[in-house]
């Protein structure tokens, strides 16, 4: 079986897989069923000076993803010190500890915490775009503690000009992204918003994150020399090895553990080691940063060229008909007919196609 370890900022871990900061590793017990669940570490959810005060409701699933209200822990950091963190260590796997959000907060926080810290993951995301603050905090982080420090990222549109700061404050690494928003849901049939803060405002998760994730990982990826653990929409072993591909070493899960609990990290492991296996690769460090390297390679064009068709694995289901605005491609006696001269070389048909009969390079 492909080898799923990995080092992260020199701490190794079995597999790649941990929890996103968050409701997954809300106290002790949480934090445990984590690590049985097969996740490779634990983070813990972020704790700040004072426990927050969280609106309700404040978590929603809706087709395609998963909006939320939380905030940092409700539960205030001594009950973190005298009992929490003491539950997660029984576990025996790496424990990371998410700390907010200012450089004062985080100075204060990290001593305290570092007797059950692997590392820290400094959560700084409602600061702002300004990178000066998150520099602060990295740099009051590492000079209270002698372990690893990640920074956690939200989804900006210049990750590099954040990559390059956190990288020049000190991190040990990144964590790529947090959630985005705000954003808004309304149930049609009250009437009323799905979240149950002052504005009624969340922030986005799951599945509809993902591109958006990626699109950050391989950024940061093309800046920095740093480890990065991607976060974003991860549901299953083929989403994780996306986040490997665009650079990530590691991945975060936080909404899917919400919605199918915490047996999914282990879940999603096998799914890595199976996919791994599957496509000739023996290890994890393998496929890390391959769609970068493709991406070097490619030539960029604006010409049409039509996909490559395999009319023997065409099973005529007509899902490349159908979404065709081109009109061309069709379903003739069960097997699918392409028009070179009429396609525009658009891909949709490549990514619809469920046994991958049609190509594009």
Request: net charge negative; glycine share 10%.
């Amino acid at each position: 079986m492909a080898d799923l370890s990995i080092n992260i900022a020199g701490i190794p871990l079995t597999n790649p897989v941990m929890p996103a900061a968050g409701p997954p590793g809300w106290n002790g017990e949480a934090m445990k069923a984590c690590a049985e669940g097969g996740a490779g570490a634990i983070v813990a959810k972020t704790v700040s000076v004072q426990p927050a005060t969280v609106p309700t409701p404040n978590m929603a699933r809706f087709p395609g993803g998963f909006l939320n209200t939380e905030l940092w822990s409700e539960l205030p950091v001594e009950q973190f010190i005298a009992r929490e963190y003491p539950i997660a260590r029984q576990a025996g796997v790496p424990l990371i500890v998410s700390l907010g959000y200012t450089a004062e907060e985080i100075a204060q926080l990290a001593p305290r915490v570092r007797p059950f810290a692997d590392a820290l993951e400094l959560s700084t995301h409602y600061i702002g775009d300004d990178p000066a603050p998150m520099m602060d905090a990295i740099r009051a982080a590492k000079n209270a503690v002698d372990v690893p420090v990640l920074v956690k990222l939200s989804p900006f549109r210049d990750m590099t000009t954040a990559a390059r700061a956190a990288a020049e404050a000190g991190a040990d690494g990144i964590v790529a992204v947090n959630s985005f928003g705000p954003c808004l849901g309304v149930d049609i049939e009250t009437g009323q918003m799905l979240m149950g803060s002052r504005e009624g405002y969340g922030w986005l998760s799951g599945e509809a994150l993902k591109p958006l994730a990626l699109r950050c990982v391989f950024d940061v990826a093309r800046a920095v020399d740093l480890p990065i653990v991607g976060v974003g929409g991860i549901t299953r072993g083929s989403d994780a090895i996306e986040f490997l591909m665009t650079g990530a070493s590691a991945v975060g899960v936080c909404t899917a553990a919400i919605l199918k609990g915490p047996q999914v990290y282990g879940k999603i492991a096998r799914e890595i080691a199976k996919w791994l296996d599957e496509h000739g690769y023996a290890s994890v460090e393998d496929v890390r940063g391959l769609a970068i390297r493709r991406w070097r390679e490619r030539e960029f064009r604006t010409v049409h060229v039509p996909p490559t068709l395999d009319v023997d694995a065409c099973t005529g289901c007509g899902l490349c008909e159908a979404s065709c605005v081109y009109d061309a491609i069709h379903v003739i006696d069960d097997k699918a007919k392409l028009s070179p001269e009429a396609c525009y070389g658009c891909g949709l048909c490549v990514t619809r196609c469920p046994v991958r009969a049609l190509s594009i390079t």
